[in-house]
């Protein structure tokens, strides 16, 4: 599953701060650490120095008064001092008793004898304890002075910070993911507005615009550049809809005219039976496209917010029985049984637009239940509401078709579709004529058994008598 870009940026910036925390510590325990060293060393140089002023033609057994004077202060086991031979014999120590030895090896001394250059090392002591140690020889005599210092206080300094930056090291993290939490979500603030304002923008809805963030950074020209596309988009579509509203427009006139030119002739009675099959053929075809061009109409009347409905009281058991009557042509041509129950059922709606719901809705039935089949179109009361129901007893639908069925040219089975001449637009033409009432329709399927589609619309109470 992937991860939101809120947490990626958070965990990349803990990420990142992690690995320059732990670089800077690095960084800070080794300087801290050469500091306390290299403060050591100054002071072994220092009374290095002191010793060997001190020595100068010296004698025997001074070495004690000396190297207790340049070590005053300290604790036996954090300092020494060793007077050697050049073959590493002890001459003199005093200090820490690991003294009584050469604390440094033959070649560190032979280093110094031959090279007259002070030797500094780090050394470890039989205890384990560490001694920083200056290896100095005399001038003008075949004696070295050594001079060492523990390393002990600076060790457990070092110590200390790293054991401070390993407690705090967690505590900085979880600072930073929490501060980097709430900066990726203010960053992508302006996102989610725009998500949320894009999610709400449809077909029916191009004139919204997503909110452009007043920051003029990287997301604002995404703003504009997502707002110029849908302008883009809305003048595509509203001139879509100017085409298909003028073409039903000029439609409607030719297809009016063949209609009655073609039942003139059918009603003469001097044509031959062959002529009289082709004509009811042509007539039932100018039929269909009178219909489909009265959708697309109904569709941009729609679209354009220009739908006027004219309501007066109107039984939907009368208008279910006209609409039964219209299609019992294509009922006995589909060998589909039709018919009419229930009771009345007084609404107030527009009756023309009424019957094109009743009328797409049964015939969708009559034309998908399929021979030997039921159509029934029942009406009645359920408390306040009107309720027109149109069942059949086809196939019925898929359910993964079911929730799609009232979209814009849908079909649930394309060669289906294409054998019923179907347009994808019955049904979906029935759902906004149904909502433009403020009703609702809805539809329950169950494959081998049939389909149920259920018109909910407000009841009107009967004029008192009297």
């Not at 997502?226 to 509203?245: D, F, I, T």
Request: hydrophobic share 45%; proline share 4%.
């Amino acid at each position: 599953m992937r991860m939101p870009l809120k947490t990626r940026l958070t965990l990349l910036f803990v990420t990142m701060f992690a690995v320059i925390v732990a670089a800077w510590s690095i960084f800070v325990v080794f300087v801290v650490r050469a500091d306390l060293y290299a403060g050591i060393d100054r002071a072994l140089d220092s009374r290095a120095s002191q010793l060997a002023v001190g020595l100068q033609g010296s004698a025997d057994g001074e070495f004690q008064d000396i190297t207790d004077s340049t070590l005053v202060g300290l604790s036996p086991t954090e300092a020494t001092a060793q007077l050697l031979s050049s073959t590493g014999t002890v001459l003199e120590s005093s200090g820490d008793t690991m003294s009584v030895d050469a604390i440094v090896s033959p070649e560190v001394l032979a280093r110094a004898e031959r090279t007259h250059a002070a030797q500094l090392l780090t050394i470890s002591a039989h205890d384990g304890e560490h001694f920083r140690v200056l290896v100095v020889k005399l001038t003008g005599a075949d004696r070295l002075i050594l001079v060492g210092a523990s390393t002990e206080n600076a060790d457990a300094s070092v110590k200390r910070l790293i054991l401070i930056m390993l407690l705090t090291g967690p505590l900085a993290l979880l600072a930073a993911g929490m501060g980097g939490w709430l900066l990726a979500q203010r960053a992508l603030r302006p996102v989610s507005r725009m998500t949320s304002t894009a999610a709400r923008i449809g077909i029916d809805a191009l004139s919204e615009r997503v909110p452009v963030p007043t920051e003029g950074d990287e997301l604002a020209g995404l703003a504009v550049t997502l707002n110029n596309m849908l302008s883009r988009l809305e003048a595509g579509v509203q001139a879509k809809r100017r085409l298909v509203a003028d073409a039903s427009h000029e439609l409607q006139t030719p297809l009016a005219v063949m209609r009655t030119e073609l039942d003139v002739s059918l009603a003469s009675g001097t044509l031959p039976p062959d002529a009289v099959e082709v004509l009811e053929s042509a007539r039932e075809e100018t039929d269909r496209m009178t219909r489909i061009v009265r959708n697309l109409l109904t569709l941009a009347h729609f679209d354009e917010g220009t739908l006027r409905l004219l309501p007066v009281p109107v039984d939907l058991h009368e208008v279910a029985s006209e609409a039964v009557s219209s299609l019992a042509t294509l009922a006995r041509e589909r060998e589909v049984k039709v018919g009419v129950e229930g009771d009345a059922a007084e609404v107030v709606a527009d009756p023309e637009y009424l019957r094109v719901v009743v009328i797409n809705l049964l015939e969708n039935a009559i034309k998908y239940s399929g021979p030997g089949s039921t159509a029934t179109v029942t009406t009645g009361l359920d408390d306040d509401d009107a309720l027109l129901t149109v069942s059949d007893t086809g196939p019925g639908i898929p359910a993964d078709a079911l929730p799609h069925i009232f979209d814009r040219f849908y079909r649930a089975d394309a060669s289906r579709a294409h054998e019923n001449s179907g347009s994808g637009l019955g049904l979906a033409i029935a759902c906004e004529i149904v909502e433009a009432h403020r009703g609702k329709l809805t539809a329950e399927s169950e494959q081998g058994v049939g389909s149920r589609f259920v018109v909910r619309l407000t009841a009107r109470e009967p004029d008192p008598i009297g």
